[in-house]
Nanobody
Framework: QVQLVESGGGLVQAGGSLGLSCAASGRIFSDYAMGWFRQAPGKDREFVAAITWSGGRTYYGDSVKGRFTIFRDNAKKTVSLQMNSLKPEDTAVYYC????????????????????WGQGTQVTVSS
């Protein structure tokens, strides 16, 4: 079993920055591809970013490319999302996700089901 706990959400003005963190507990963290998804009220869940188990490759949704950065620390069992140049349309609940093989960081964005989810953290960007 793996537990994921997100932190770092909050209220920020458009153009500002915010960092999210996800702490994992349980089995070997480095086995997992990790990612972030988000869901705004009335909208479908959206892929935000994913990172391979080694941290060597990252993937981003089109709407956040160039503004968001995902990184992980396997020793600390954390995955983080640095969000810059935030826009009101980034407002959503952000979820940390973990997947074992055969799901990879490259394929995570197409998966409807994931091995583990965090409880979510609210990010609100005011205009």
């Amino acid at each position: 079993q793996v537990q994921l706990v997100e932190s770092g959400g909050g209220l920020v003005q458009a153009g500002g920055s915010l960092g999210l963190s996800c702490a994992a507990s349980g089995r070997i963290f480095s086995d997992y591809a990790m990612g972030w998804f988000r869901q705004a009220p009335g909208k479908d869940r959206e892929f935000v970013a994913a990172i391979t188990w080694s941290g060597g490759r990252t993937y981003y949704g089109d709407s956040v490319k160039g503004r968001f950065t995902i990184f992980r620390d396997n020793a600390k069992k954390t995955v983080s999302l640095q969000m810059n140049s935030l826009k009101p349309e980034d407002t959503a609940v952000y979820y940390c996700v973990a997947d074992l093989p055969p799901i990879t960081a490259a394929t995570m964005k197409w998966q409807k089901e994931h091995d583990y989810w965090g409880q979510g953290t609210q990010v609100t960007v005011s205009s």
